[in-house]
Nanobody, 124 residues
Framework: QVLLVESGGGLVQAGGSLRLSCAAS????????MAWFRQAPGKEREFVAA????????FYTDSVKGRLTIDRDNAKNTVDLQMNGLKPEDTAVYYC?????????????????WGQGTQVTVSS
């Protein structure tokens, strides 16, 4: 069992930055592929970014490429999402997720463990 807790959300103006962090307890994160998903009001949850176990491979949805960066520190059992150049359309609840499987990294159903989410609001 893995417990994931997100932090770092908040209110920021368009063009600003935030750094989200996901801390894990219960199991070491090094055995899991990690990802960030988000859900905007009235929309389905969508994939944002994923990182493999070693951190050597990263995946991003097209709308965030060049602005958001996923990274992990297996020694600290954390996964971060650095968010630069934020836009109002990035407003959503951001969720951290973990999976021990090697399926498609952008598919929600591949992930077994989820955090409670952290709110990111970008004002125009």
């Amino acid at each position: 069992q893995v417990l994931l807790v997100e932090s770092g959300g908040g209110l920021v103006q368009a063009g600003g930055s935030l750094r989200l962090s996901c801390a894990a307890s219960g199991r070491t994160l090094s055995t899991y592929r990690m990802a960030w998903f988000r859900q905007a009001p009235g929309k389905e949850r969508e994939f944002v970014a994923a990182i493999n176990r070693s951190g050597g491979s990263k995946f991003y949805t097209d709308s965030v490429k060049g602005r958001l960066t996923i990274d992990r520190d297996n020694a600290k059992n954390t996964v971060d999402l650095q968010m630069n150049g934020l836009k109002p359309e990035d407003t959503a609840v951001y969720y951290c997720a973990a999976t021990s499987r090697a399926g498609q990294p952008y598919k929600e159903y591949e992930y077994d463990y989820w955090g409670q989410g952290t709110q990111v609001t970008v004002s125009s």
